[in-house]
């Protein structure tokens, strides 16, 4: 079923519960999987598509492409995108940013990653990141509560893993925490955003730099060493990773542990069943969702989708958040349960742009989350769940503090 009334304007985004997607949104799935959005800033007509077929379908198919080409269509209002307007041709895409691109380009990027992130090498870092996860734990400890968990651990344990593994120093994470937190927030002009990816782009290439004049045994110092890639593609590629690897893992490990507090039962079940955190991880990858404002996509040619034509050049977000709340898919969506065997929830996209860092992920969800657990059994919100602060106005949604006691 499809229907050809558009949303007024763009995706509502408020949320009634912290962990449920926006009930309006929720509600246009219930009507119909595929409907016209009317898409920022200049009211150009697009599509919403809500269902999890439908999502895998549009996300799998390669004539829905991931560089988009100028006007800039956004499914919620931003800042400054006025500027745009009248820009003929495509936008420039910026040197190694893989997930802007599409076919060999896309493909030449993307393969000299692929073995970094396979199942067997993330297994081979898991005694690290436990290290750096124990650290932090023993930090919090010694402070005594309450604590804030975002600040002392959700941002810190992913900020650690991919500084170790790209081979950035720790110690300069004040350089891109926060210019990363100005690129992902949607109420950011262009011109904040341009200097924050100038300011990420500048310290990346003075790392770059370094390496290649010495080289160390870390990923940036492979890739730097690369002859079949230009410098300012690694350049690319490593703001990419730095961005990437840890905002959403530090996203997912504070709201994760939000919703497991706030579903004290599940909590209880993974502390006294430990064995069941790799599930647990999958189900919360499910029930939380990170991913705000959905996926966008633009047809290259003319495709036919549930009987309506989506026109070259029109564009389609993929809503993930109802996507994995699809009850054609998933039994009972709406009830959180660590014992769930889910499969196929859209967290980290589907086709050829799945991302390419979701094992690590995984690890440092379960590792991190699972001696959480084990060593603050009585973890305790220091405050109402309702004073909790969440980061609504950014690309990914999550718990701006998360302060903790026990």
């Known amino acids: 079923m ?12 408020d949320r009634e519960r912290p962990f449920d997607p926006p009930a309006a949104v929720m509600a246009l799935h219930r009507e119909a999987p595929l409907r016209r959005l009317r898409y920022y800033p200049e009211g150009s007509l697009g599509w919403l598509v809500t269902s999890h077929a439908l999502s895998r379908q549009v996300l799998a198919d390669n004539r829905f492409r991931s560089r988009l080409a100028a006007p800039i269509q956004v499914p919620v209002p931003m800042p400054g995108l006025e500027a745009y307007a009248g820009f003929e041709g495509d936008l420039p895409v910026t040197p190694g940013m893989f997930i802007e691109m599409d076919g060999a380009d896309h493909s030449r990027l993307r393969r000299k990653l ?35 968990l975002v ?8 900020s650690l893993v991919i500084c170790e593994l790209l081979g950035v120093p720790y110690a300069d994470r004040d350089r891109f925490v926060a210019d990363t937190a100005v690129f992902m927030t949607m109420t950011s002009t262009v011109e904040e955003k341009a200097l924050a990816q100038q300011n990420l782009t500048t310290f ?4 770059v730099v370094a390496k290649q004049a010495e080289p160390t045994d870390d990923l940036l110092s492979d890739l730097a060493a690369d002859q079949e890639l230009a410098t300012d593609e690694v350049i690319g590629m490593a703001v990419l990773l730095l961005v990437a690897g840890h905002e959403t893992t530090a996203k997912m490990i504070g709201l994760g542990t939000l919703a497991l507090l706030e579903n004290r039962d599940q909590w209880d079940l993974l502390r006294e069943q430990p064995e069941l955190i ?10 939380v ?12 040619v003319d495709v036919e989708l549930e009987g309506e034509l989506i026109k070259a050049g029109e564009y389609v977000t993929v809503s993930v958040q109802t996507a994995n709340r699809d009850e054609e898919h998933f039994a009972d969506p ?12 859209l967290t980290f996209g589907h086709g050829v742009h799945q991302c390419l860092g979701q094992q ?24 109402p769940s309702s004073q909790v602060q969440l980061r609504t106005d950014q690309n990914f949604y999550g718990a701006a503090e998360l302060p903790v006691a026990w």
């Open 2 to 13: 499809t229907t050809t009334d558009p949303v007024p304007y763009g995706i509502p985004l």
């Open 114 to 148: 692929t073995g970094v992130f396979t199942v067997r090498r993330m297994r081979e870092l898991e005694p690290r990141i436990a290290e750096f996860v124990d650290a932090r734990l023993d930090a919090i400890e010694a402070a005594g509560g309450p604590v804030d």
């Open 151 to 158: 600040a002392e651990f959700a941002l810190p344990v992913p």
């Open 204 to 207: 990346l290439a003075e790392l």
């Open 278 to 287: 790799t599930t647990g991880v999958e189900e919360l990858l499910r029930y």
């Open 289 to 300: 969702g990170v991913i705000h404002t959905g996926i966008i996509r633009q047809a290259d």
């Open 334 to 345: 709406d009830r959180f349960d660590v014992t769930n065997q889910t499969r196929g929830h």
């Open 360 to 383: 690590l992920a995984r690890v440092e969800l379960r590792i991190a989350l699972g001696r959480l657990i084990e060593r603050f059994p009585e973890l305790k919100l220091a405050v």
